[in-house]
């Protein structure tokens, strides 16, 4: 059985930014900002999803995303959502940054290919 998925678009811009892991998390980087915040620690870096204008001009960043978020909670159970997105964006040669939260997923496509990527869903059956 396949759920139906719709998803949520958010109307700032996003970045992703990187800081080397063996600097302290950035002040900046605060869950005090507006919007969605995410930042992932691994053992080479710190990857923050922010919105754009919070981050600093002179911060190793990709910029100008927009963020989808899936209408959650999604139950730990199902499987497949973030192939279904990702596979339609693919087939329309568009570009994802996805991450995920205990409730939900959360893709960034660029703010240029926001037609291409809605058209694309919208073709997968995705609202």
């Known amino acids: 059985m396949t759920i139906p998925i719709r998803l949520q678009w958010h109307d700032d811009t996003y970045a992703v930014a990187r800081v080397a892991a063996d600097q302290?998390?950035?002040?900046?980087?605060n869950f005090e900002t507006?919007?969605?915040v995410s930042i992932t620690?691994?053992?080479i870096e710190w990857s923050?999803?922010?919105r754009d204008?919070?981050?600093p001009?002179?911060?190793?960043?990709?910029?100008?995303?927009?963020?989808?978020?899936?209408e959650g909670p999604l139950d730990?159970?199902?499987t497949g959502i973030?192939?279904?997105?990702t596979g339609a964006l693919a087939e329309a040669d568009v570009s994802v940054f996805a991450f995920s939260t205990y409730d939900t997923d959360y893709l960034m496509v660029r703010a240029a290919d926001i037609e291409a990527a809605k058209a694309a869903l919208a073709n997968a059956g995705i609202r």
Do not use: H, K
């Open 82 to 85: 973030l192939a279904r997105l």
């Open 76 to 78: 730990f159970a199902l």
């Open 41 to 43: 620690r691994t053992a």
């Open 34 to 36: 507006a919007g969605v």
């Open 48 to 50: 923050i999803v922010m």
């Open 24 to 29: 302290p998390c950035p002040a900046w980087a």
């Open 57 to 70: 001009t002179d911060v190793q960043s990709e910029r100008g995303f927009v963020l989808a978020e899936v």
């Open 53 to 55: 204008n919070a981050v």
